[in-house]
């Protein structure tokens, strides 16, 4: 059996079972020392079995203590093999104790009549055969545990054993959609064993993980499942379990289904797009039955699914640490080979981090759609567009822009693919997140919000197609430098990130996170849909401040390239061009660099009709004044 962390067996049953007989014969097989439990008992207990007196808690207290300390002396050896009767659950707790999940139930099961046979048999053992029935009284079947009858030779059981232990999966992943396909065949090219379920619906979904495994020559060692309690037996404990179904409702069935299925210490790994608040409730509820959550971003879409994803766990960091290995493996690798994944924090972050993440992207995708409609107003075709974003493409090294580009060149029937995509974006979720998020939190992501307000535009085509009718505005070309456009373009995407960071800023400080916000730049320099150039610069710009605004740099840029982004946003405005995020870049600078803003007036109109009071600028002891306006 192959296992990184030393492992515990406890082969557990009444008396007369072969606890003994079974336990040496596996510890031969596994080379790990064999213990048995019978030679713990203290003198009392063996007179108090002799005389045929059953055994009460108190009596096996110190018993069940002595078991656990060998067990955790032998954990951080090699392992070991124990046989120890466990006739309740709370003794396997006991028993279980400080272990961490490096444990294995091996219960051997058998009639009444067939073990009093045994018993009767048996010479040189204190336990006498009329205690038997005592107890099967008060046994209570291990959950999760490795059951075998003992009609079987011990020989058998044993080899039954080693093949249960050797076919098991390290991991496993339920939810075989584009993204769960994707990160499966990843797992398993890494070399580690994987367990795949899929649900079965008749006439939908049918097959579906056999039919997977088949096509990809990395999943020949897998194991595929359609039944969910075949699929968690397949699995080594603690059981690691990745979730890759859709967000909402059908995250919580999930989940519901697999509690009475796990165990303490186990973990469930949710890889979709969850709200974060709902990622901290679900942590309590399973914390209650000692399972483990971890809330889990995962950026890169299909491919960096397959080939190296970001990666953003937030949750309980023992749990972290435990499947850290395996996400490590799979994630994408920063510029020193560093993998791009790292513990967030705790409840809720990682979900965070990835909800933010995917605000950023909204803003920077719209970016590219207005240069796009801004060149286009200019005359240009996609394959010139293309070409002058491709003069930007080295120093940027932007993932959306190299799409964008593939995109704008890509032909369909000597016509540009992009003239036949109706022009309404849908979105799923995140942006809104996002912009609720920071109204939440009082954080002005402006360029989120104008993005995700954008592509509620787009979705009144038929209302657009009408009011352009009766109130024609037509898009009229301007004259600039097209490198002015480009610089406008670098500054608005700097604004755009400035936003992103404050808004995770805030949230670490509200919820108590202690985000690093350096570490989640630098899982973002690869893997992801943001990764950049600029988010390079970042991982060193936030090891030092932690507001991108003030940062020399930053001022430094601002300063250079806030002329092109006015000039360009003015010229948009009188040529009838909507550029929702570029106008809120220009807005929020000139908002966050005066001192003075008129919000004064804003809130004696508050305190007029609402009595909400004000604070006063000579008045330096913060008090909050109301005045009777109408006298």
């Not at 009767?85 to 006991?94: D, W």
């Not at 005592?134 to 209570?140: A, G, N, P, T, V």
């Not at 039954?160 to 990160?183: C, D, H, P, R, Y």
């Not at 909402?248 to 989940?255: N, S």
Request: charged share 25%; proline share 3%.
């Amino acid at each position: 059996m192959n296992n990184s962390t030393p492992q515990i067996f406890f082969v557990m049953g009444v008396s007369g079972v072969g606890k003994t007989t079974v336990g040496k014969l596996l510890a031969q097989q596994l080379r790990i020392p064999f213990f048995d439990g019978d030679d713990f008992h203290s003198e009392s207990n063996i007179q108090k079995m002799a005389s045929g007196q059953p055994l009460n808690d108190d009596d096996r207290a110190e018993w069940l203590k002595s078991l656990n300390d060998l067990a955790n002396q032998h954990v951080q050896k090699s392992g070991c093999v124990i046989a120890c009767s466990s006739l309740k659950e709370k003794y396997r707790t006991l028993l279980e104790d400080g272990l961490n999940n490096a444990v294995n139930r091996i219960f051997l099961k058998g009639s009444f009549e067939l073990i009093s046979e045994r018993l009767k048999n048996r010479k040189g053992h204190y336990m006498p055969t009329n205690l038997l029935q005592s107890q099967f009284d008060i046994l209570e079947e291990p959950d999760q545990a490795l059951t075998y009858k003992i009609e079987n030779s011990p020989k058998t059981i044993v080899e039954m054993i080693a093949q249960n232990l050797e076919t098991q999966a390290e991991f496993g992943l339920i939810g075989l959609g584009v993204m769960g396909k994707s990160l499966c065949r990843n797992i398993a090219s890494k070399g580690v064993k994987i367990s795949m379920f899929n649900r079965h619906v008749p006439e939908k979904e049918e097959n579906i993980a056999y039919n997977f495994k088949k096509q990809h020559v990395e999943l020949q060692n897998s194991l595929v499942f359609d039944q969910l309690h075949k699929f968690v037996a397949s699995l080594k404990r603690p059981r690691k379990i990745f979730l890759m179904v859709n967000a909402g409702p059908a995250i919580d069935t999930v989940i519901e289904k697999l509690i009475p299925l796990l165990s303490k210490e186990d973990i469930i790994i949710d890889g979709g797009n969850s709200h974060f608040k709902d990622t901290a409730k679900r942590e309590g509820l399973l914390s209650n039955h000692g399972i483990f959550f971890i809330g889990c971003g995962v950026s890169g879409g299909e491919e960096g699914a397959l080939k190296g994803p970001s990666i953003m766990p937030g949750g309980d960091k023992k749990a972290y640490e435990i499947i850290k290995p395996y996400l490590e493996k799979i994630a994408a690798k920063d510029k020193n080979a560093k993998a791009c994944c790292t513990y967030i924090g705790k409840s809720g972050s990682g979900h965070f981090t990835k909800m933010v993440h995917n605000g950023i992207e909204y803003a920077e995708m719209q970016l590219l759609a207005e240069l796009y409609q801004i060149f286009k107003a200019n005359g240009k075709n996609p394959d010139e567009i293309a070409l002058i974003f491709s003069s930007i493409e080295a120093d940027a090294q932007s993932y959306l822009l190299e799409i964008t580009i593939d995109i704008l060149r890509k032909k369909e029937n000597n016509d540009w693919l992009i003239h036949k995509i109706l022009d309404k974006a849908g979105n799923k979720g995140t942006g809104n997140w996002t912009t609720i998020t920071s109204a939440q939190l009082g954080v002005p992501s402006t360029l989120i919000s104008g993005a995700l307000f954008a592509r509620f535009l787009s979705a009144y085509k038929d209302e657009r197609v009408q009011v352009q009718e009766i109130l024609p505005s037509k898009l009229n070309a301007f004259d600039i430098n097209e490198n002015i456009i480009l610089e406008a373009y670098q500054l608005a995407r700097i604004v755009n990130h400035i936003q992103g960071f404050k808004l995770l800023k805030q949230a670490s400080e509200t919820y108590k996170w202690s985000l690093n916000l350096s570490e989640i730049t630098r899982i973002w320099t690869n893997g992801c849909i943001i990764r950049s150039e600029f988010m390079e610069k970042l991982v060193d710009m936030l090891k030092n401040e932690n507001d991108l605004i003030l940062h020399v740099d930053t001022v430094s840029s601002i300063k250079k390239l806030k002329p092109a982004l006015t000039q360009v946003v003015a010229k948009c405005i009188d040529s009838n061009i909507s550029v929702p995020c570029l106008s809120e870049a220009i807005n929020y600078l000139n908002g966050i660099s005066q001192a003075d803003s008129p919000a004064n007036l804003i809130q004696a109109q508050r305190d007029y009709f609402g009595a909400h009071t004000y604070q006063r600028v000579d008045d330096k002891s913060g008090n909050f004044h109301h005045t009777d306006w109408l006298n």
